[in-house]
């Protein structure tokens, strides 16, 4: 009996264990920040892949469907967007119409619509936190440093914030992760006890010994399928959001299916039956999915199901058309071709700063030790530290065979990273005081690169989007049934749910006399990328001439704005100068606002656009030498986000 309590003990092993203050104040401070709000853009993914759309279903506005959920062939799955967006969204929905009347509040804001989503995604990000904490204390490891060390990164308080479906990806990695490192915790304590009991038994002299240790066998629970359906349905889940979550998964699921393997109690027969029984499970959830994107893509109604007219036309399977969509040379070039050592070199380093390059360094000295044949002074395979290290070098590999590669796809490498190497940046009583000076240095330098990349990415990286976006909401409200026209250039685009406007698509119903009807448009934003100056105002007259048309025939009264970064002043006034009746008057800057689309130059010390476009307060007539305070003055002004005015000449609305 003493036996049986000792393994049961063993095997359902807790530990009281306190947060420390420290941790909770970085939690508070990711709270904070969201809640400011964040107005930096870090990539148009985050608004246009997940928000955009599933306000559009939720609210009757209108918004922009990015190619990707093309009905004739969509590459993005619905129900993770939905799951997450749909709550935040659906209580501004119900309760607009309360805070407006009670409170003066309206939630149908560009802050609220902004803010809102966010915190949601920001408690889903707890998530991450919370498995990094249960890993770590179930293999009685120093959670606290850990704990501390992930909750200031910047992609914490940045990434893990935003609406990104790498973001999503994170979180599914972590719980991953968490679900089979408790698997192989059991497994190994189970398969000690089985082994430990089955030696005894061989050992036992009489029948009645025998029996005794026989019961305690059968006593030991069940191992070798736990958490086989969760699993499944977590990695289905996360490969439909992003089909290369199967790159994030292909280690735990690998660990998942090796767990006691080698042993006297697990042989291969075991290891077949986990890959059965896993496929069996993935088979539920793969289906449930195709439906929702069937039904939701309109290739299977309510009609077909009636008259059971089914056919291979009625599913749409949206990670095989991610998969065919990104197998083409062609399509990849039009979103950038990235050399394939880019995650390694650079992205590593700019996300995870101090423990990218240790764990860069690690790495080589691990594999150094391999090729010299010193095993033993390499981690154990079967083991946590195997599976974070997988978990590390794996997905990172895979991910680099693709030729386009931005920093955000290896985001959810953060846990395992920490985990590996997050100790690295605190010193511990065996270490001598010169590592103690470089854990501690190492740790200062963490702290303030993930001080300067939150403020940059958080508040600083096209941060004048967000800004003239609040500004023009304001307007188009106030001059309800203007005509407002925006061309944004060498920046990314407005997200057009943060406007508010009402949908053109919908088809309204008088509430008197029942007629249906839609709106015309009213505001129209023009997203020229990158265009030349001469092309970009050969548009803009364009406009203009409609706009003009419509004055004069429909007494449709307009405002025309060119929205750009204030690097591009000189080359807009000079491409205007070449239509006489064009006015291009400057409205207003937003400030900071860094466009690596157009990055300033530095002026020379004898630059006078500084002083003729009023950057400094000088003698404009006269020509002098610039000091390096007025040439850096100058400079940092330059980063901006500055909307022109558009008319004719001597023209006033």
């Given at each position: 009996?003493?036996?049986?309590?000792?393994?049961?003990?063993?095997?359902?092993?807790?530990?009281?264990?306190?947060?420390?203050?420290?941790?909770?104040?970085?939690?508070?401070?990711?709270?904070?920040?969201?809640?400011?709000?964040?107005?930096?853009?870090?990539?148009?993914?985050?608004?246009?892949?997940?928000?955009?759309?599933?306000?559009?279903?939720?609210?009757?506005?209108?918004?922009?469907?990015?190619?990707?959920?093309?009905?004739?062939?969509?590459?993005?799955?619905?129900?993770?967007?939905?799951?997450?967006?749909?709550?935040?969204?659906?209580?501004?929905?119900?309760?607009?119409?309360?805070?407006?009347?009670?409170?003066?509040?309206?939630?149908?804001?560009?802050?609220?619509?902004?803010?809102?989503?966010?915190?949601?995604?920001?408690?889903?990000?707890?998530?991450?936190?919370?498995?990094?904490?249960?890993?770590?204390?179930?293999?009685?490891?120093?959670?606290?440093?850990?704990?501390?060390?992930?909750?200031?990164?910047?992609?914490?308080?940045?990434?893990?914030?935003?609406?990104?479906?790498?973001?999503?990806?994170?979180?599914?990695?972590?719980?991953?992760?968490?679900?089979?490192?408790?698997?192989?915790?059991?497994?190994?304590?189970?398969?000690?006890?089985?082994?430990?009991?089955?030696?005894?038994?061989?050992?036992?002299?009489?029948?009645?010994?025998?029996?005794?240790?026989?019961?305690?066998?059968?006593?030991?629970?069940?191992?070798?399928?736990?958490?086989?359906?969760?699993?499944?349905?977590?990695?289905?889940?996360?490969?439909?959001?992003?089909?290369?979550?199967?790159?994030?998964?292909?280690?735990?699921?690998?660990?998942?299916?090796?767990?006691?393997?080698?042993?006297?109690?697990?042989?291969?027969?075991?290891?077949?039956?986990?890959?059965?029984?896993?496929?069996?499970?993935?088979?539920?959830?793969?289906?449930?999915?195709?439906?929702?994107?069937?039904?939701?893509?309109?290739?299977?109604?309510?009609?077909?199901?009636?008259?059971?007219?089914?056919?291979?036309?009625?599913?749409?399977?949206?990670?095989?058309?991610?998969?065919?969509?990104?197998?083409?040379?062609?399509?990849?070039?039009?979103?950038?071709?990235?050399?394939?050592?880019?995650?390694?070199?650079?992205?590593?380093?700019?996300?995870?700063?101090?423990?990218?390059?240790?764990?860069?360094?690690?790495?080589?000295?691990?594999?150094?030790?391999?090729?010299?044949?010193?095993?033993?002074?390499?981690?154990?395979?079967?083991?946590?530290?195997?599976?974070?290290?997988?978990?590390?070098?794996?997905?990172?590999?895979?991910?680099?065979?693709?030729?386009?590669?931005?920093?955000?796809?290896?985001?959810?490498?953060?846990?395992?990273?920490?985990?590996?190497?997050?100790?690295?940046?605190?010193?511990?009583?065996?270490?001598?005081?010169?590592?103690?000076?470089?854990?501690?240095?190492?740790?200062?330098?963490?702290?303030?690169?993930?001080?300067?990349?939150?403020?940059?990415?958080?508040?600083?990286?096209?941060?004048?989007?967000?800004?003239?976006?609040?500004?023009?909401?304001?307007?188009?409200?106030?001059?309800?049934?203007?005509?407002?026209?925006?061309?944004?250039?060498?920046?990314?685009?407005?997200?057009?749910?943060?406007?508010?406007?009402?949908?053109?698509?919908?088809v309204w119903k008088d509430k008197k006399s029942g007629r249906r009807y839609r709106l015309a448009p009213t505001t129209f934003l023009h997203k020229y990328g990158s265009l030349p100056m001469d092309e970009l105002l050969y548009k803009a007259d364009e406009i203009l001439s409609n706009a003009e048309l419509l004055l004069h025939k429909?007494?449709?009264?307009?405002?025309?704005?060119?929205?750009?970064?204030?690097?591009?002043?000189?080359?807009?006034?000079?491409?205007?100068?070449?239509?006489?009746?064009?006015?291009?008057?400057?409205?207003?800057?937003?400030?900071?606002?860094?466009?690596?689309?157009?990055?300033?130059?530095?002026?020379?010390?004898?630059?006078?656009?500084?002083?003729?476009?009023?950057?400094?307060?000088?003698?404009?007539?006269?020509?002098?030498?610039?000091?390096?305070?007025?040439?850096?003055?100058?400079?940092?002004?330059?980063?901006?986000?500055?909307?022109?005015?558009?008319?004719?000449?001597?023209?006033?609305?």
């Amino acid at each position: 009996m003493f036996l049986k309590t000792q393994i049961f003990k063993a095997i359902s092993f807790r530990k009281n264990v306190t947060l420390p203050l420290s941790y909770w104040l970085l939690v508070v401070t990711r709270f904070v920040l969201t809640l400011l709000p964040q107005a930096g853009y870090i990539h148009p993914d985050e608004f246009f892949q997940n928000v955009e759309v599933i306000a559009g279903d939720i609210f009757p506005i209108e918004v922009a469907r990015t190619w990707e959920f093309n009905p004739k062939f969509p590459i993005r799955n619905i129900f993770v967007p939905k799951i997450v967006f749909g709550p935040p969204l659906h209580f501004i929905r119900l309760f607009n119409p309360y805070t407006k009347a009670y409170l003066g509040i309206d939630l149908q804001t560009p802050y609220y619509l902004l803010v809102i989503p966010r915190l949601f995604i920001c408690l889903l990000s707890l998530v991450n936190d919370y498995c990094l904490y249960r890993i770590c204390v179930l293999y009685g490891q120093n959670f606290r440093s850990r704990l501390k060390i992930f909750a200031s990164s910047y992609v914490v308080f940045v990434y893990c914030c935003r609406s990104f479906s790498n973001t999503f990806e994170m979180i599914f990695f972590s719980l991953l992760l968490l679900l089979v490192a408790e698997c192989m915790c059991k497994s190994d304590k189970v398969i000690y006890h089985d082994e430990f009991l089955t030696e005894k038994y061989n050992q036992a002299e009489t029948p009645v010994e025998k029996v005794k240790i026989f019961k305690l066998k059968s006593h030991l629970p069940e191992h070798s399928l736990n958490r086989v359906f969760a699993l499944a349905t977590l990695v289905v889940t996360g490969i439909f959001n992003r089909p290369t979550f199967a790159g994030f998964a292909f280690v735990p699921i690998f660990f998942w299916l090796h767990r006691g393997l080698g042993s006297k109690v697990v042989g291969f027969k075991d290891f077949h039956y986990r890959i059965f029984t896993f496929m069996l499970c993935c088979v539920p959830m793969t289906l449930l999915l195709i439906l929702i994107d069937s039904v939701y893509y309109g290739y299977l109604t309510s009609a077909d199901v009636e008259t059971l007219k089914l056919s291979w036309d009625n599913w749409v399977v949206t990670p095989l058309n991610f998969l065919r969509y990104n197998s083409d040379p062609k399509n990849l070039k039009q979103h950038g071709i990235h050399p394939r050592w880019l995650h390694l070199i650079v992205n590593m380093p700019l996300l995870f700063n101090v423990l990218g390059i240790i764990a860069l360094l690690t790495l080589s000295s691990n594999t150094y030790r391999f090729i010299r044949g010193q095993y033993s002074k390499l981690p154990r395979i079967q083991s946590i530290t195997g599976l974070m290290l997988f978990s590390l070098i794996i997905p990172v590999a895979l991910l680099s065979l693709f030729p386009h590669q931005e920093a955000r796809f290896i985001i959810p490498i953060l846990i395992p990273l920490v985990y590996l190497y997050g100790n690295h940046l605190h010193p511990n009583e065996a270490d001598s005081i010169s590592s103690r000076k470089l854990k501690n240095t190492m740790r200062s330098v963490w702290y303030i690169l993930n001080i300067i990349l939150t403020v940059f990415f958080g508040f600083v990286h096209q941060a004048g989007i967000y800004q003239f976006t609040d500004n023009l909401h304001r307007e188009i409200k106030s001059y309800y049934g203007v005509h407002t026209h925006v061309i944004t250039t060498h920046s990314y685009s407005i997200p057009t749910y943060l406007l508010n406007l009402e949908s053109t698509t919908k088809v309204w119903k008088d509430k008197k006399s029942g007629r249906r009807y839609r709106l015309a448009p009213t505001t129209f934003l023009h997203k020229y990328g990158s265009l030349p100056m001469d092309e970009l105002l050969y548009k803009a007259d364009e406009i203009l001439s409609n706009a003009e048309l419509l004055l004069h025939k429909y007494k449709r009264q307009y405002r025309f704005y060119i929205a750009s970064p204030c690097s591009l002043h000189r080359e807009i006034l000079d491409a205007s100068r070449k239509y006489d009746y064009i006015d291009v008057e400057q409205e207003i800057s937003y400030y900071p606002h860094f466009s690596t689309e157009a990055f300033p130059k530095y002026p020379n010390n004898r630059d006078q656009y500084c002083l003729e476009n009023n950057f400094l307060k000088t003698n404009e007539s006269q020509a002098v030498n610039l000091s390096i305070f007025q040439r850096l003055q100058c400079f940092l002004k330059k980063f901006c986000f500055r909307i022109y005015r558009i008319r004719l000449s001597n023209y006033r609305i």
